[in-house]
């Protein structure tokens, strides 16, 4: 789990802006996971990527994107930001995908203004 | 979609006594059920697990217990301590690679 390592660690921008936030997963795991937390709430599922393809997606708009490169680290992309996008991103990684045990990164603390 | 429920939101108890932690799902696709703890400003962490083909698990003074027929499963906490203090998060799993996670239950251990 300590293997997860994301960037950066904390954000500031402005209402509309876009932003990309980084995740690597832990050595020889071909998972990623991305998930948003709100304050006082669980994490909600934004998208898992295996082997480089998209393989689940949650319930989050189209201003929501992300992709898997060969090393197997992940990006996330959120274009046209909203205040409502505050929030801690979770990335998290696994050895296979679907069910497959997960750990989690740090997190990229987004604040929106 | 799936919709996972955990109860209770706050759970205090006093040092020594047991916890429990109850969720429950909706989708009867979800078959692996993890649980995490985490601690304020840090990243969730697995304590343990449990897939759709056992009925319960156990690691030292943590269990878990599934109930598929009625979509129920449990966190149980034994001898709790101090350090145990912290949010914890259930969650269902789905082969379609979606994880839904419950609102989280504050857990005070006081010494």
């Known amino acids: 789990d300590a293997g997860v390592t994301q960037s950066p660690t904390h954000l500031i921008k402005t209402r509309g802006q876009q932003v990309t936030l980084r995740c690597s997963p832990i050595s020889g795991h071909k998972s990623v996971s991305w998930y948003q937390q709100v304050l006082g709430q669980g994490p909600q599922f934004i998208f898992q990527?295996?082997?480089?393809?998209?393989?689940g997606r949650g319930n989050f708009p189209d201003r929501f994107s992300a992709r898997q490169f060969p090393n197997y680290s992940s990006e996330l992309n959120v274009n046209a930001l909203l205040l409502g996008d505050s929030a801690l991103y979770l990335c998290?990684?696994?050895?296979?995908?679907?069910?497959?045990?997960?750990?989690f990164g740090p997190g990229t603390r987004l604040t929106v203004l | 979609g799936e919709n996972v429920e955990q109860h209770p939101s706050t759970l205090s108890v006093q040092e020594g006594d047991s916890a429990v932690i109850k969720c429950t799902y909706s989708?009867?696709?979800?078959?692996?059920f993890p649980w995490y703890k985490q601690e304020l400003g840090k990243r969730p962490q697995l304590i343990i697990d449990i897939r759709s083909n056992v009925g319960e698990k156990k690691d030292q003074r943590i269990a878990v217990t599934l109930n598929k027929t009625a979509k129920h499963f449990s966190l149980h906490i034994t001898e709790t301590q101090p350090e145990d203090s912290a949010v914890y998060f259930c969650a269902a799993s789905t082969n379609a690679g979606k994880s839904t996670f419950g609102d989280g239950t504050t857990l005070t251990v006081k010494p």
């Open positions: 998290a990684s696994g050895a296979g995908w679907s069910t497959d045990t997960q750990y």
């Open positions: 990527y295996y082997e480089k393809e998209e393989r």
């Open positions: 989708d009867s696709a979800s078959n692996y």
